[in-house]
């Protein structure tokens, strides 16, 4: 059975995320368990966590300042998304470059 387009254009966003550096894993057993993804960069720390496809609020992505201080509770988060998966990794992707695109 084909993909549907919008799975199609997930499984897309979600190789795009791993090009630009992003390493994922199931935090869940099972081919459907949640994916936690996280790239570090030289300036920020960005997690992605994938619980399900097309459900609203279901996926989330974080993005942290890096800094040489110790922060108390942790890195100051810089941005925040909420929503389905297509949402959530097209705001990673395009939005949160590691780097400019013609760097890479």
């Known amino acids: 059975m084909a993909d549907s387009p919008e799975l199609a254009a997930a499984k897309r966003l979600l190789d795009e995320a791993k090009d630009q550096g992003f390493r994922f894993e199931r935090v869940a057993p099972g081919e459907d368990g949640p994916l936690r993804g996280v790239r570090d960069t030289p300036k920020?720390?960005?997690?992605?966590?994938?619980?399900?496809?097309?459900?609203?609020?279901?996926?989330?992505?974080?993005?942290?300042?890096?800094?040489?201080?110790i922060v108390p509770g942790g890195?100051?988060?810089?941005?925040?998304?909420?929503?389905?998966?297509?949402?959530?990794?097209?705001?990673?992707?395009?939005?949160?470059?590691?780097?400019?695109?013609?760097?890479?």
Do not use: M, Q
């Not at 920020?44 to 201080?69: M, N, V």
């Not at 810089?78 to 389905?84: K, L, M, W, Y």
């Open 44 to 69: 920020h720390r960005d997690e992605i966590y994938l619980a399900g496809f097309a459900a609203p609020e279901s996926c989330t992505a974080i993005r942290r300042r890096r800094s040489s201080l």
């Open 75 to 104: 890195l100051p988060i810089t941005a925040r998304v909420t929503g389905d998966a297509l949402t959530v990794l097209h705001t990673v992707v395009s939005d949160w470059l590691a780097c400019p695109r013609n760097n890479r």
